[in-house]
């Protein structure tokens, strides 16, 4: 079983900013691309920022140059820090994961997802 608890969400006012932390724990053999969602209630999930094992990135148009994914693969976590928030990022924000995993003694690919963290921005 992989797992992966995000933290860090909360309420901050419009221009101030946030780090949202995720970790990832249980039967890991490498974790691939690491990832942010958010999902506003009514719409569709959305991807926020991807980093790859390397650390090559990409983010959404709509929070380029305010947000910064990173990873740190020694502790199988991933961070969001965001800046210069808005009002329309608020939101649940999701963290995912491609894991690699062993299940009945052969590794596995799995698509894992956290719980979510709120994230309300304030104007």
């Known amino acids: 079983q992989v797992q992966l608890v995000e933290s860090g969400g909360g309420l901050v006012q419009a221009g101030g900013s946030l780090r949202l932390s995720c970790a990832a724990s249980g039967t890991i053999v490498s974790i691939n691309s690491m990832s942010w969602y958010r999902q506003v209630p009514g719409k569709e999930r959305e991807l926020v920022a991807v980093?790859?094992?390397?650390?090559?990135?990409n983010y959404a148009d709509s929070v380029k140059g305010r947000f910064t994914i990173s990873r740190d693969n020694a502790k199988n976590m991933v961070y969001l820090q965001m800046n210069s928030l808005k009002p329309e990022d608020t939101a649940v924000y999701y963290c995912s994961a491609d894991v690699d995993t062993i299940v009945a003694f052969a590794t596995r690919y799995l698509e894992v997802w956290g719980q979510g963290t709120l994230v309300t921005v304030s104007s």
């Open positions: 980093i790859l094992s390397l650390g090559s990135t």
